[in-house]
């Protein structure tokens, strides 16, 4: 099995570099077992989304990273939570919080300092574990 990096995931869905867009198409085309660490899925949708060329709309990096999940060639690290995390995004939770909380189901909640935007939308939407701001 051999695992991707971003600019490889970059090149295959944007297409903006012809001769690294062929051998990226080449390599997801192939019958070998393919790896995608959540890590680089974290690093791709930040590409994507705020990448000087790209900034890609949440529908199409939505539609990007359902088509991912499902390349039959291709293993999602923690895919279950990866799944679920799309299903926040579609909710309209930041992609990489939505992949944080996803991954912490067996926690009692999730902590954050900086994002009262993140927890309040996690709140109304009843998403778990609760993500709070802790207070002194």
Known sequence: MKALDTNILARYYTQDDPRQAKIALRILKQEEALFVPRTVLIEFYFVLRYGKQYHFEPARINAVLTHLLGLVNV????????????RYYQKGIDFADALHLASSQHCSMLLTFDDRKFARRA????????????SA
């Open 75 to 86: 293993t999602i690290e923690q895919a279950d939570a990866v799944e679920t995390a799309l």
């Open 123 to 134: 709140r109304r939407l009843g998403l778990k574990p609760p993500v709070t701001v802790p």
